[in-house]
């Protein structure tokens, strides 16, 4: 069950997708949302797993999806719009880990696997969503990225490339939003990794509708684990 409901919260009545709704952090975002008030609509490649994100937000609406394709993506612009409406927020956890053996170890395979999952469905469902974005009078986009772009290290290297990449993304859509949108805008959640840190994430995520005035088109947060 979500927590008690916040009808005064600046999210009541926002539509939201989160794509990579299925883990520990999408599940805490979900509920987050929702008990802000938010419709929320909850993305994962795995039926299966969604049934959790229902039983943590029996109202959210599920759609199972394959976000590294980009034909299914549109399709499920097609389907969210008809059933919901045009979209507020879209919140992108889709992510994965694979890395170590020094700059050696960086294999092909694992570059395809993180670059198929952190770049190519973060660049699908932008395309499909942004201009839902645009038109909502706040219209939110988030990510979430590493420390280790901005501190690489040879293990890593492929990790962070692709987290790197994510990041120079998401700032384009900034800079249009800066010029087509000044409504909308963009935060990149920065963490060394989430475990323990779903909590924050999912405030931090509901948070980006509490500003009174129009945001920056772009802020990059950093999320520390409470000493």
């Known amino acids: 069950m979500t927590d008690s409901l916040d009808p005064g919260s600046p999210a009541a009545g926002r539509t939201v997708l989160i794509a990579g709704a299925t883990s520990a952090a999408g599940i805490a975002v979900c509920r ?4 802000a ?3 929320v609509i909850a993305v994962g490649s795995h039926a299966e797993r969604l049934a959790a994100v229902t039983g943590a937000v ?8 394959d976000l590294s394709n980009v034909d ?4 499920l612009g097609e389907r969210v719009r008809s059933e919901n409406g045009p979209i507020d927020g879209l919140i992108h ?3 994965g880990w694979r890395g170590g053996g020094g700059l050696d170890g960086q294999t092909d395979e694992d570059w395809e696997f993180l670059h198929t999952r952190i770049v190519t469905t973060l660049r699908n469902t932008t395309r499909v969503f942004t201009d839902d974005l645009r038109a909502s009078d706040a219209g939110r986009l988030a ?11 040879p293990g890593g290297a492929n990790y962070a490339a692709v987290k790197a990449a994510a990041e120079t993304w998401v700032r384009a859509i900034a800079a249009g939003f800066t010029k087509s949108a000044p409504a909308a805008s ?3 959640f920065v963490v060394k990794g989430l475990d323990g840190l779903e909590t924050r994430l999912a405030s931090g995520v509901t ?3 509490d500003q009174e005035a129009a945001p920056a088109a772009l802020t990059r947060v950093v999320l520390e684990p409470a000493t």
Request: glycine content about 8%.
């Open 32 to 35: 987050s949302l929702a008990s």
């Open 37 to 39: 008030g938010a419709r």
């Open 58 to 65: 029996p109202d959210a609406a599920t759609h199972v999806c």
């Open 72 to 75: 299914d993506v549109v399709a």
């Open 93 to 95: 956890l889709v992510g």
């Open 143 to 153: 990510i979430v990225s590493s420390t280790s772009v901005d501190r690489p290290t």
């Open 186 to 188: 963009a935060c990149i």
């Open 207 to 209: 948070g980006l509708w």
